[in-house]
């Protein structure tokens, strides 16, 4: 069974991907890296049991 996974990985690991975005979704995407939203209540939950379990 550990084989099966080995080689999936390497398949996926070897078979590079690519995204071509549109100019507008390219322009999107950068301005959420240079000012990214505040985390909803979800997220803000998540890490808080992320944190306290570490």
């Known amino acids: 069974m550990n084989i099966i996974f080995i080689e999936s ?3 996926l690991i070897s078979e590079p991907e690519g995204l071509i975005l549109s100019d507008e979704e390219r ?3 950068l301005a959420l890296l240079d000012d990214p939203p505040m985390p909803n209540e979800k997220a803000q939950a998540a890490m808080q049991k992320f944190l ?3």
């Open 9 to 11: 990985a390497d398949e």
């Open 52 to 54: 306290s379990n570490t």
């Open 27 to 29: 322009d999107k995407f």
